[in-house]
DNA sequence: CCCGATTCCTGTAGGC
DNA sequence: TGCCTACAGGAATCGG
């Protein structure tokens, strides 16, 4: 569940502490993500310099000198500050020491995230390629959205949980920011106006920059951490997501859930349209 | 080409 | 209490 926030928060969280730093030991403990792990990790990174930390989409990108390390958190995937002498805990897959004693763990029940090495630029990466705009940045607007769908059937949940349409929306966020938009999870997306597309845009802008600001205030729990806590997974009041027959926050009536596709959505059928 | 279904995995929640 | 099944989700890949 870790969506674009998530990610952001724990970029910020990590970057201070390790860019600039020397990479001097990595462990993997179990190779079966995703993908395999790439099998340059870790001797081929050992002893180069971190120069910075970014995010695409719900990519972390490290970027050393030599080449960059593209990391998914996947749906159970975070990372964690611990004192070198901790014994690895269930899921602790990967390990990596900096200069300074500092000791960052990848922990991933599931194991859907990924570890994958390239020395080529990582945006050119089949991977991160045909991604969308970044949704907070001005590439992202209604006239983009009103253009990207005018030429699909999909439904505007689908629509903008496609990572070639925007990044970083999932669906927790999506089925957020369509409550904000005061659109249905299932109306064609070929169905919005102008109106409606910069209501999402800016509904989709609005929800994350919040989430965001909302993560900034938990980076603490990356230094403190308590077991059962998963740092970059922090609380946040959300309007529909998972409150199937609670009552709407604005107006009263039980949120309704469906599925879409396997997925659940959920929306007001009063305040949505 | 387009799009819905399937697939990976394991912790958690619900039913009996 | 304890066992068992269903479900959750990101996104590549499959199949209609």
Redo the contacts with the bound molecule.
Sequence with gaps: ???LPEVETTRLALSPQICGKILCKGVVVQR?L?WPVSAEFPDTLIGDRIADLDRR???LLFRFTRGTLIV?L???GYFRFVDCRTPLE??DHIELRFEGDLCLRYND????GAFLWTTNDPLLH??LRDMGPEPLSTELTGGYLFGRSR?????VK?FV?D?KVVA?V???YANEALFEAGLLPAKAVCALDVVQANRLADALKAVLSRAIASGRNSLERFFFHRPGEKPGYFPQTLNV??RDGAPCRRCGHPVVKI?Q????SYFCPQCQS
């Design positions: 569940m870790p969506e079966s995703r989409g719900k990519y998914h996947g749906m159970s269930n899921h029940s599931r194991r859907f089949p991977l030429s699909t059937r999909v439904s689908t949980m990572q970083g999932g669906n927790i997501y998972d599925l596709g396997g997925r659940a």
